[in-house]
């Protein structure tokens, strides 16, 4: 059983930067695809960036538009999200998922098999 674990998260003043981590723990780690969603109060989830087992990067460019970048260290199991120039409505819980192999529909919650329980960032003005 793969679980995963988020951190990094917090309070940050709007232009501020966080790098959100996410922890594997129970599979191999260079075998799965992972993803970063995040989800409002009051708003579904929302895809933010993905990364596959073999590196290939994509990111929701209407709302991140390049200030979030997505990355992974294999020898950790971890993926990161690097999260730049942030503004108060990047305010969300964010969650990372899993799915083993690789992936088509990268935005798409549903076909990722783990998730973590989430961290909270806070942007204020």
């Known amino acids: 059983q793969v679980q995963l674990v988020e951190s990094g998260g917090g309070l940050v003043q709007a232009g501020g930067s966080l790098r959100l981590s996410c922890t594997a723990s129970g599979g191999t780690f260079s075998e799965y695809s992972m993803g970063w969603f995040r989800q409002a109060p009051g708003k579904e989830r929302e895809f933010v960036a993905a990364?596959?087992?073999?590196?290939?990067?994509?990111a929701n460019t209407d709302s991140v538009k390049g200030r979030f970048t997505i990355s992974r260290d294999d020898a950790k199991n971890t993926v990161y999200l690097q999260m730049n120039s942030l503004k108060p409505e990047d305010t969300a819980i964010y969650y990372c998922a899993g799915r083993r192999g690789l992936i088509n529909r990268k935005s798409d919650p549903l076909i990722y098999n783990y998730w973590g329980q989430g961290t909270q960032v806070t942007v204020s003005s």
């Open positions: 990364i596959t087992w073999a590196g290939s990067t994509s």
